[in-house]
T-cell receptor, first 110, second 113 residues
Framework: QKEVEQNSGPLSVPEGAIASLNCTYS??????FFWYRQYSGKSPELIMS????GDKEDGRFTAQLNKASQYVSLLIRDSQPSDSATYLC??????????FGAGTTVTVRA | GAGVSQSPSNKVTEKGKDVELRCDPI?????LYWYRQSLGQGLEFLIY????????KSGLPSDRFSAERTGGSVSTLTIQRTQQEDSAVYLC???????????FGSGTRLTVV
């Protein structure tokens, strides 16, 4: 059973600031890590994937992975009102399925 | 298709009726997943298909739930004798081979009255 914990929200940040989202997981053999964005009333959308320790940048998003600490994070730089959504951390081990955290809701204040 | 297609998008049914939800995955994706998301809750894994086989059905909440996949493509999730606690958004996702992130469909919102 892979447990995925995310920092409790909601998280409110002013426009232009950095939003920092954290996620920890319990299964040490987890290999693949994903961040999904879910707008209210919509389905989750994959925004970042990371497989090895370190940072991975894609536009205004940076994912950070530390397998020794069993920790993965997502930074959103220059936050925009359109970034307001719930962000889901997902973890995959040696098996076939993703385990999802409960999500952190982010609100970007204009 | 270009994306994962689910139908119907909304379904209102009376308690005790059977419902069938359909998922058409991205062409060529061998892995298909069903999840359930209740209001304000996280994603609950239901079942996974690799091709037409379902190696693990342990996520199905009860024996009222069943799923099948034919031709390695379309999948149907059937809920028999629906109960009010079955009300949720049912999400289908597919993946190229199960090793990468999923692409979700837009979901079916099921309301049992």
């Amino acid at each position: 059973q892979k447990e995925v914990e995310q920092n409790s929200g909601p998280l409110s940040v002013p426009e232009g600031a950095i939003a920092s989202l954290n996620c920890t997981y319990s299964d040490r053999v987890s290999q693949s890590f994903f961040w999904y964005r879910q707008y209210s009333g919509k389905s989750p959308e994959l925004i970042m994937s990371i497989y090895s320790n370190g940072d991975k940048e894609d536009g205004r998003f940076t994912a950070q992975l530390n397998k020794a600490s069993q920790y993965v994070s997502l930074l959103i730089r220059d936050s925009q009102p359109s970034d307001s959504a719930t962000y889901l951390c997902a973890v995959k081990g040696n098996d076939y399925k993703l385990s999802f955290g409960a999500g952190t809701t982010v609100t970007v204040r204009a | 298709g270009a994306g994962v297609s689910q139908s119907p998008s909304n379904k209102v049914t009376e308690k005790g009726k059977d419902v069938e939800l359909r998922c058409d995955p991205i062409s060529g994706h061998t892995a298909l997943y069903w999840y359930r998301q209740s209001l304000g809750q996280g994603l609950e894994f239901l079942i996974y298909f690799q091709g037409n086989s379902a190696p693990d059905k342990s996520g199905l909440p009860s024996d009222r739930f069943s799923a099948e996949r034919t031709g390695g493509s379309v999948s149907t999730l059937t809920i028999q004798r629906t109960q009010q606690e079955d009300s949720a958004v049912y999400l289908c996702a597919s993946s190229l081979d199960g090793n990468y992130g999923y692409t979700f469909g837009s979901g079916t919102r099921l309301t049992v009255v």
